[in-house]
């Protein structure tokens, strides 16, 4: 599954697909949140694993983002 998300990452159509359909009127709001709250877990300093550690600290930030927009994409 992590590879499915890296690979999605590199895409520009996917950034083009997030983009249309979180302004697309049939999607839901509570599914539109769910990237935003990605993003708010990503800036904020509260982390199931501290940022002190020093590799895995960012790893759970960035698994946290690609996930949320993996199920964003999912359940869109």
């Given at each position: 599954?992590?590879?499915?998300?890296?690979?999605?990452?590199?895409?520009?159509?996917?950034?083009?697909?997030?983009?249309?359909?979180m302004m697309d009127r049939r999607?839901?709001?509570?599914?539109?949140?769910?990237?935003p709250a990605g993003v708010v877990?990503?800036?904020?300093?509260?982390?199931?694993?501290?940022?002190?550690?020093?590799?895995?600290?960012?790893?759970?930030?960035?698994?946290v983002l690609a996930g949320s927009?993996?199920?964003?994409?999912?359940?869109?």
């Amino acid at each position: 599954m992590l590879r499915l998300v890296f690979m999605l990452m590199r895409f520009p159509s996917v950034v083009r697909l997030v983009t249309r359909l979180m302004m697309d009127r049939r999607v839901p709001l509570w599914l539109k949140l769910i990237i935003p709250a990605g993003v708010v877990y990503f800036v904020l300093r509260i982390d199931f694993i501290p940022d002190i550690i020093p590799v895995f600290g960012r790893i759970d930030d960035v698994l946290v983002l690609a996930g949320s927009v993996l199920a964003f994409l999912v359940l869109a």
